[in-house]
């Protein structure tokens, strides 16, 4: 079994080096380790969303039961996004969990979570208040985004609004990336993420 | 015959008379491929749902007949030789590229695996892994309705 694991990721492997999306720089993969069973990913942000210009990279666990379940795939790069836990980067998408099938590949895998980055499903989500912000304050919702990928993705779009209110809280004694997270759960409200902060 | 075909052809013929426990055995203990998990618990072991495993001795009443049906319909499936003219090339399970005549499983949608991978996989799951096609989509009806 662990076998069968080991030989499909190194066919798999190959198959993604030579792939179209490679080419494009729109997906790339490498090795962790040489059991073969840790691999780092790398999604681009598609074009006309608010993760365009970023790079998000993925920590990829290869189990050894290994086509017959599927990889265990989590964000690393931070990422603001309702299917996508903002804290720990855990993914939900049908097709890590019960849909997932023993003929999909680390190369489908990594299209399908750019496919999630361009059609999010707020309905099913995985984190609740990115879910909430994006149906109940959309224009917000992009805004934070926007604003997470181009601090942790490396993303165009700077927002000044946005760093000025995490430096005000800086100058509290907040940590930068905690002050970021409440005030993008608080709808930037400055007033109400001091009052979460501090009570 | 490659060293990969064990599958002896009385099997077919056994599957047919729907023996019970000794073709329990043929998915887990008896396959060519070693299964390291299986030896370390000395009991086979099932999957109820793609993320449920459990050895066999702690399956429920309702999880056991499941599985027994599941066992039952695979053996019901077609095993052929691989005849090297067919468009499918490799088993897209394994990912390794079929020998003539080595041992398929055919699936009603006509795609085709090894015999032991697809077997592993329908335990699993009674779909095709390459267009989802439920196996047997009434027999998979009175699963979800009992």
Redesign the interface.
């Known amino acids: 079994m662990a076998n069968m694991a080991v030989s499909r990721i190194k066919r798999e492997f190959k198959e993604v080096m030579r792939s179209e999306e490679i080419v494009q720089c729109s997906i790339k993969i490498e090795l962790i380790n040489d059991s073969w069973t840790e691999l780092r990913g790398e999604i681009a942000g598609p074009p006309d969303t608010p993760y365009e210009g970023g790079k998000f990279v993925l920590e990829i666990k290869v189990p050894e039961t290994y086509p017959f379940n599927p990889p265990k795939v989590r964000f690393i790069t931070k990422i603001w996004h309702p299917n996508i836990s903002s804290v720990t980067g855990a993914i939900c998408l049908d097709i890590l969990k019960d849909n997932w099938a023993a003929a999909m590949t680390l190369r489908t895998v990594l299209l399908s979570l750019q496919a999630l980055l361009a059609a999010a499903e707020p309905d099913d989500p995985q984190d609740a208040v990115v879910a909430y912000q994006y149906k109940d304050k959309y224009q917000l919702f992009l805004m934070t985004a926007k604003h997470w990928t181009n601090i942790y993705a490396g993303g165009p779009h700077k927002f000044t609004e946005c760093d000025s209110k995490i430096q005000r809280l800086k100058d509290m004694g907040i940590d930068e990336h905690d002050a970021r997270a409440v005030l993008s759960k608080e709808n930037w409200d400055l007033e109400k993420a001091t009052e979460n902060l501090f009570s | 015959m490659g060293n990969c075909l064990q599958i002896n052809s009385t099997d077919d013929i056994s599957l047919l008379r729907g023996s019970e426990s000794s073709n329990t055995h043929d998915f887990t203990s008896d396959r060519n491929?070693?299964?390291?998990?299986y030896s370390e618990l000395l009991q086979p072991v099932f999957f109820p749902?793609?993320?449920t495993r459990r050895p066999a001795s702690n399956l429920t009443e309702e999880e056991q007949v499941k599985i027994a049906k599941r066992i039952g319909l695979i053996q019901h499936l077609p095993i052929g030789t691989y005849d090297g003219s067919k468009k499918i090339r490799e088993c897209?399970?394994?990912?390794?590229d079929f020998c003539v005549d080595e041992a398929v499983r055919y699936l009603p949608c006509m795609h085709i695996y090894h015999v032991h991978?697809i077997d592993?996989?329908l335990m699993?799951?009674l779909?095709c892994?390459?267009c989802?096609e439920p196996v047997d989509a009434a027999l998979l009806t009175t699963y979800e309705t009992s």
């Open positions: 491929v070693p299964a390291p998990i749902s793609p993320s897209v399970i394994c990912m390794i991978c592993d996989w699993r799951s779909t892994p390459s989802m």
